[in-house]
């Protein structure tokens, strides 16, 4: 199997089992992620669908990021955000009157089951390594234009989005800090299998070679 077709399925593969995380988080109504928090938002306050605001927020990143680095913008990330509105859309809609907990268990089950599912998925895409996440390459750029680490250059923005958040009467809750808090574990869990994943299928096919 030729790299470029693995990748793509990693890509592809990767969005749909974030997506669905995104949706559970979304669906437990104790908060959710920052970014996922201000979709809510603006979903609230202006109608459209939250995965509407994935693309319109996201393409708004992608200029940003383009002005700030003076570059052309990033069109396969435009790509990436479309897919991941659609999914989001598809995923919530499915959900809609069936899951849709109100006790406060169910909604931690929802709320923890969604943020593994997350993990996962955004381990799978970390594996495609293309189509960059506007929100990573944004806290790339305020990195490189502040001389910030990463983690640092992360939190900004992740407090940026909460205030906005905030502002337009979205998904914050005690769900947004469990978020911020567990998912850097679970991802790191997560890769550290599908980078075995990666080097089996590297093993299997005599015809895989990385690019």
């Known amino acids: 199997m030729k790299r470029i077709y693995l990748r793509s399925i990693y890509y592809t593969a990767g969005i749909v089992i974030l997506t669905l995380g995104i949706a559970l988080t ?10 996922d928090a201000l979709l809510v938002g603006l ?20 200029i940003f990021n383009s002005i700030a680095e003076k570059r052309r913008p990033e069109l396969i990330a435009l790509f990436t955000s479309l897919l991941t509105g659609a999914g989001i859309d598809f995923w919530v809609h499915l959900f809609r009157g069936w899951i849709e907990p109100e006790a406060i268990i169910p909604q931690y089950v929802c709320l923890l089951v969604g943020l593994v599912i997350s993990g996962l998925g955004i381990a799978v895409n970390l594996q495609a390594d293309f189509a960059p996440n506007p929100f990573d390459r944004m806290m790339l ?7 910030l680490n ?6 900004i923005i992740s407090i940026v989005l909460v205030i906005l958040a905030a502002f337009f ?12 808090v567990l998912s850097g574990f679970v991802i790191h869990f997560f890769m550290g299998y599908t980078n075995r994943l990666d080097g089996w299928l590297s093993e299997a096919t005599p015809s895989y070679q990385k690019q």
Not at 26 to 35: D, E, N, R, V
Not at 43 to 61: H, K
Not at 141 to 147: D, S, Y
Not at 150 to 155: D, I, K, T
Request: proline content about 2%.
């Open 26 to 35: 979304i669906q437990s109504k104790l908060g959710t992620s920052p970014f």
């Open 141 to 147: 750029v305020l990195r490189n234009l502040t001389g």
């Open 169 to 180: 009467g979205g998904a914050i809750g005690i769900g947004t800090l469990i978020i911020a």
């Open 43 to 62: 979903y609230r306050t202006y109608g459209l669908t939250i995965g509407s605001w994935e693309i319109v927020v996201g393409f708004s990143m992608i």
């Open 150 to 155: 990463v983690s640092l250059s992360r939190a």
